[in-house]
């Protein structure tokens, strides 16, 4: 069993950056494919961004690409979502997940093994 925990989120204003942060423990190991999921008021739960378990592998969501950054510490079991210039439409629940070893669609939520709790993010206009 993978127990992941979020944590980073708050009320932040437009503009302005946040880091989430992905603690797994458990029956881990580095091996598994990691990534983000965001889910607004409303609306269904969509991808966010996908690291593979060297990092060597990063993909994002065309919404927030070049804005957000997806790393991982091997030696500290976290993965990391770096937020910059963040956007009202930015506002959701982000979600840590674990996919299942050998995941090759990643986009979809249907691959993931594992989710966090979630943590909020909300971006004042």
């Known amino acids: 069993q993978v127990l992941l925990v979020e944590s980073g989120g708050g009320l932040v204003q437009t503009g302005a950056s946040l880091r989430l942060s992905c603690a797994a423990s458990?029956?881990?190991?580095?091996?598994?494919?990691m990534g983000w999921f965001r889910q607004a008021p409303g609306k269904e739960r969509e991808f966010v961004a996908f690291?593979?378990?060297?990092?060597?592998?990063?993909d994002y969501a065309t919404s927030v690409k070049g804005r957000f950054t997806i790393s991982r510490d091997s030696a500290k079991d976290t993965v990391y979502l770096q937020m910059n210039n963040l956007k009202p439409e930015d506002t959701a629940i982000y979600y840590c997940?674990?996919?299942?070893?050998?995941?090759?669609?990643?986009?979809?939520?249907?691959?993931?093994?594992?989710w966090g709790q979630g943590t909020q993010v909300t971006v004042s206009s």
């Open positions: 997940a674990a996919y299942a070893l050998g995941v090759t669609y990643y986009y979809s939520d249907y691959g993931v093994d594992h």
């Open positions: 458990g029956r881990t190991g580095n091996s598994y494919p």
């Open positions: 690291i593979n378990w060297s990092g060597a592998i990063k």
